[in-house]
Every structure is written in structure tokens, then in C-alpha cells.
């Protein structure tokens, strides 16, 4: 079935280190891709998203493209702040499933001064 | 624009008692959503509704049920607490009209079961 692999944490940088954060999926058909971050004791909210193959979707610095031959969506920023401590979560959608999506499990990261 | 919104934000009940999560959003959102998140287990489908109308169960139902009161409502109802479903509740909803339409999740509820 549909499902999401999603780089196990948790991750820890130094400030100004570059982030990536492993995305993988199994899917049959073309799915949209999505990246989610929590703060903590917050709600998920969308950070960036990819509908077709080669897309590259970006937002506040994070980039991921979608790779259908590797079927992957890595997460990357190239200089990471303290304020992007969170938790990130790796999703994709199939409008054909009841609208339903899949999530990673989440990766969680800490960015030290 | 309040978005999704979930009351109450904290419940603690004993086992055997019965309550009701309430959430609703003003984004007239066709589709909306309940999740539980546990530590390590990421965020698991409990119960969804595509459209006013309909429900359907998704990964882990059992102990639940909802209601789809109205476009903007979907509530969630444990009749007998059990301490496995303490866990953080979340609600959420999505335009539902094509692949591209992401979730809004509302702040969650932190439901602890004694």
C-alpha cells in the first residue's frame, strides 16, 4: 500500500549547517508531496508542497524537489537557524483514496547556537 | 481568520468516561480529518470525512465514532475511555478538490486517560 519512509531522528546542527532531512515513498500512481513542521505544542502546519514529478517546492529557506525515479522528496536548507527547531513530517495525497493522506513518522530537529 | 479550531485544548478522564472533541473551520472546506499522534508513531488516521454526509473509518477507529454535524463541524466521541487512547488529538481539514489541496491542522487536544 501507500506509505511514507521518513529519515529517523532525532538531528542536531550547529547554526548555520546545512539541513537534509530523507524522504522516501511507495505509491502507485502520482501522488502530491507535502512537508509539515510542528512546533512545539503546536498543530502541523505546511511548509512547502510538490504536485507532479520535478516540481521543486520552496518556503522560508527549505527546498524539496519531487523525484519520481528515485521516488523521494528530501527536505534541504542550506543554513539552518535556531528558530527552525521543530519537527518535520514527510506526507503525500492521492485524491483517488478518499482524499486521504499518508504521513512519515517525523524528524526531529534541534539546531544549537 | 481563526482556521481550525479544536476545544478543549486539555482533558484528563478517567477510564470508562465518555467525551466529545469538538472542531470546526471557516475555510468551507469540503474534507475533514481526525488524527491521534503518538511519540514515535507519527500521525495515524482515525476517522475522516470527504464531504458533508459521509464518514469513513481510517487506521485506527476502533473506540471512536463522529459526527459530520455540518459543513463546518465534525466532532469526535470516545464512549468508554481506555488509557491507550491517551495521546494528542488533531483535527483538520482540507479543501478536498484534487491532489494538491493540503491539510490545515487545527492546535490539538492533549487527552490524557487515568
Known amino acids: 500500500g501507500d506509505s511514507v519512509t521518513q529519515m529517523e531522528g532525532p538531528v542536531t546542527l550547529s547554526e548555520e549547517a546545512f539541513l537534509t532531512i530523507n524522504c522516501t515513498y511507495t505509491a502507485t500512481g502520482y501522488p502530491s508531496l507535502f512537508w509539515y513542521v510542528q512546533y512545539p505544542g503546536e498543530g502541523l502546519q505546511l511548509l512547502l508542497k510538490?504536485?507532479?514529478?520535478?516540481d521543486k517546492g520552496s518556503n522560508k529557506g527549505f527546498e524539496a524537489t519531487y523525484r519520481k525515479e528515485t521516488t523521494s522528496f528530501h527536505l534541504e536548507k542550506g543554513s539552518v537557524q535556531v528558530s527552525d527547531s521543530a519537527v518535520y513530517f514527510c506526507a503525500l495525497r492521492f485524491s483517488n483514496t478518499g482524499n486521504q493522506f499518508y504521513f512519515g513518522t517525523g524528524t526531529s530537529l534541534t539546531v544549537i547556537p | 481568520n481563526a482556521g481550525v479550531t479544536q476545544t478543549p485544548k486539555f482533558q484528563v478522564l478517567k477510564t470508562g468516561q465518555s467525551m466529545t472533541l469538538q472542531c470546526a473551520q471557516d475555510m468551507n472546506h469540503n474534507s475533514m480529518y481526525w488524527y491521534r499522534q503518538d511519540p514515535g508513531m507519527g500521525l495515524r488516521l482515525i476517522y475522516y470525512?470527504?464531504?458533508?454526509?459521509?464518514?469513513d473509518k481510517g487506521e485506527v477507529p476502533n473506540g471512536y465514532n463522529v459526527s459530520r454535524l455540518n459543513k463546518r463541524e465534525f466532532s469526535l466521541r470516545l464512549e468508554s475511555a481506555a488509557p491507550s487512547q491517551t495521546s494528542v488529538y488533531f483535527c483538520?481539514?482540507?479543501?478536498?478538490?484534487?491532489?494538491?489541496?493540503?491539510?490545515?491542522f487545527g492546535n490539538g487536544t492533549r487527552l490524557t486517560v487515568t
Open positions: 470525512s470527504a464531504s458533508e454526509g459521509t464518514t
Open positions: 483538520a481539514s482540507s479543501a478536498g478538490q484534487g491532489n494538491n489541496s493540503p491539510l490545515h
Open positions: 510538490a504536485t507532479k514529478a520535478d
